[in-house]
């Protein structure tokens, strides 16, 4: 395993990856017209994003707000802008991604045996075969394309509650076996702490290297923003977020599920480690997600408070 | 200056100082009558909290929601729950303080030169001196009282931007050869990020040893418990913070003030550092507090969400 930790640890930049259109769009109601997807999409990329989860490739019946992602990773890909990235749960939806043309593939494998045979009905030992075939067609068809896989439940799970460290980790090191590009872990359910977000991170790196992947921090106890310093603080430098909070829990106002991008992006310019990001057209993308979906609440403390006076935040 | 920050650092329990009956109930409209500020204050202590600012001694006319702060304190002496600390802005307050009976003096001093002039028409410098004649005044009357002060607008200022790190740091030092017993560090405007936290405790460790105090912080850009955990990482063990966010921004929804000690409570305690407050019971208080201000938003996250399955917070 070649890595070069004390160079991560060193490096003072960081690369936010957008899931709102994916993750974000997903968990609402309303269903956001492809045109204005589309703006939106251009709108975050022209912020300095380099990487977008623009959809996701499932059966239209069971996620109409996805049902355009063909036509929206064809035009993205044609701006030539940054990566288009699109979540995958299976070979079907791999092989549709392909066609469409993403530049990576991200695939959820859940540690909780409970959330993943409740979800997908299969074992996390049986997705890591399902990984295994993805990244065989993505190897014949499609070579320059990146796999990732994202831990789901990896700090907790609402069914079955603690997940065991090394469950999680040992399911990492399979994955990184069967030729995938990263692993990363997302705390889908709001559980993590920020010792248990070192602790993992900590063994990630240890037991994969230079394919650790990201954080997928989730807001839902507040803790969103701390347990992505502890990342960073462990060489995590590719973070999830997802803008407005978008995909946020109604029942709690401000809890919204994703980190809220806009704050995430303020934290890291303000500590002087780069996101390639301009704030102002953030804010700019901002407007256009609210402008598409005027009765969906969105999130972000940044954006109502301002940028503190003397700051330059450069992107 | 005697100091053992390997022992400091190694200490896995910090202290949570409620601010909230001060510096919640001073920012909203609503006063709350002395009975039911009582029966918060009495359910607060006992949560397990074991430092609460129970009011400021102010004139009357310009905060009507402290004018019971005499009588405050002395039903609260009465119970022997846990140290009782107000806040005194000048000589006069520290008086009236002494002979209410309180255990510990907080005094806010800025480091910010405008919002110093702004505030109290006196320089940081000139503070230094009144800080010195409560020194004196406490040890005459009442050496057992400890005095703290909180240096305000330490990480930036609404009025003036930046504020050097090293007029902070000068001013620590100052207020520590006066004779005070710890001088903490507060971003009263919201403005601080992790790594100036780490600067800025990093050298007030350095300074001032064990009479390095307490962090405050806000929330106002949704960094709060990130900074608590940066403080944390360079040793701080003592932590303020308002039960249910109170004092927050009204036009940014979930933006509270200060740091919501719920959500600060679960954050320490889900990573094992004991806070010795029993969660349960902080929820009881939380209530209490709801009841007395039934007008008022509270914030707060975990109490929304609920603490994870599988979850033991034992305090």
Redesign the interface.
């Known amino acids: 395993m070649i890595l070069n930790y004390n160079e991560i640890m060193k490096r003072q930049q960081v690369q936010i990856s957008e899931v709102g259109p994916r993750d974000g769009l997903q968990s609402i109601k309303s269903i956001m017209p492809t045109e204005q997807k589309l703006l939106w999409l251009k709108a975050l990329y022209d912020s300095g994003i380099q990487e977008i989860e623009v959809g996701s490739f499932v059966p239209p019946k069971l996620l109409p707000q996805m049902a355009d992602t063909p036509e929206v990773v064809r035009q993205s890909k044609s701006w030539q802008l940054g990566t288009v990235l699109a979540l995958v749960p299976n070979l079907q939806g791999a092989q549709a991604a392909l066609e469409a043309g993403v530049d990576k593939l991200t695939i959820p494998v859940s540690a909780s045996q409970a959330h993943s045979l409740a979800n997908v009905r299969k074992t996390p030992q049986e997705m890591v075969e399902q990984v295994a075939q993805i990244v065989k067609l993505k190897n014949e068809v499609a070579p320059h394309v990146s796999v990732e896989v994202g831990i789901s439940t990896a700090f907790?799970?609402?069914?079955?509650?603690?997940v065991p460290e090394s469950e999680v980790i040992s399911l990492a090191v399979a994955l990184a076996n069967m030729g995938v590009n990263e692993v990363g872990l997302s705390d889908t359910?709001?559980?993590a702490?920020?010792?248990?977000v070192k602790r993992l991170f900590k063994q990630l790196f240890q037991e994969l290297g230079s394919k650790a992947g990201a954080a997928h921090m989730h807001?839902?106890?507040?803790?969103g923003?701390?347990n992505?310093?502890?990342a960073y603080e462990e060489g995590v430098r590719t973070f999830d977020a997802s803008q407005g909070g978008l995909g946020g829990?109604p029942?709690?106002?401000?809890?919204s599920g994703n980190v809220?991008t806009e704050?995430l992006v303020?934290?890291f310019e303000?500590?002087?480690?780069s996101t390639g990001i301009q704030f102002e057209k953030l804010l700019a993308a901002r407007k256009v997600l609210q402008a598409a979906l005027p009765n969906e609440?969105i999130?972000?403390?940044?954006p109502?408070?301002g940028i503190?006076?003397?700051?330059e935040l450069n992107g």
């Open positions: 907790g799970c609402t069914l079955q509650g603690q359910t709001g559980y702490n920020p010792a248990q807001n839902t106890r507040g803790l923003l701390a992505c310093l502890a829990c029942y709690a106002p401000g809890a809220v704050d303020f934290m303000a500590m002087g480690v609440q999130y972000g403390m940044t109502e408070a503190p006076k003397g700051f």
